[in-house]
């Protein structure tokens, strides 16, 4: 089974994050809810509290085959402000391990160099801390092990992309059969 952490900090943008964890265990994917701090339950930016499967403390991230980061604000400020997080993004790159983020967390990737000479997308207003990257308008971007996408309207896409690289197109098609996902014409 493949395992994915996704990690919180207060403010972090509701379905950016829930709709991703939704869609990669509905398809077998593990996924481990890290709080950045030491909360059991992580606000998001919208008030909604989510309880933690785990602290950063808590796990080796290199036992997780993918990383991510939801936006929202000022969650996507905290991460890009923890050492932790940086080191843990760090670690994941050098292994060649996907790196995801959404919204304006692809920034984070920015300001740590992950995104140099990279295709990469985030919210508009974020496209600035994209430092390094040819910055794209695609809903999602995929450029080697770094994975991007664009804000809340664009989370399906992100889970969905995701789904099929950490397990088959032919998962990813199963789920969208499964909640009547279609693409807008």
């Known amino acids: 089974m493949k395992r994915t952490v996704m990690f919180f900090a207060e403010g972090f943008e509701t379905v950016e994050a829930l709709m991703v964890v939704d869609i990669l265990r509905r398809g077998g994917v593990e996924v481990v809810m890290t709080a950045i701090g030491e909360e059991e339950k992580v606000y998001s930016a919208h008030g909604i ?4 499967d785990a602290t950063m403390d808590e796990i080796d991230v290199l036992d997780f085959d993918a990383v991510i ?3 929202g604000m000022p969650g996507t400020l905290h991460l890009g402000e923890s050492e932790a997080v940086k080191k843990a993004l760090m670690l994941m790159n050098e292994a ?3 790196v995801a983020a959404i919204c304006a967390a692809p920034g984070v990737l ?3 160099g992950l995104l140099e000479g990279k295709n990469a997308c985030s919210y508009p207003e974020h496209e600035v801390n994209l430092r390094g990257a040819n910055v794209s308008r695609a809903p999602v971007v995929v450029d080697g092990n770094i994975v991007t996408s664009r804000g809340l309207g664009t989370a399906m896409e992100f889970g969905f992309q995701l789904l099929e690289l950490l397990e088959s197109k032919e998962k990813a098609d199963e789920i969208k059969e499964a909640i009547v996902y279609q693409e807008l014409a």
């Open 49 to 52: 509290g989510v309880e933690m």
């Open 69 to 71: 980061l939801p936006g």
């Open 96 to 98: 060649g391990k996907i």
């Open 110 to 112: 920015g300001k740590h």
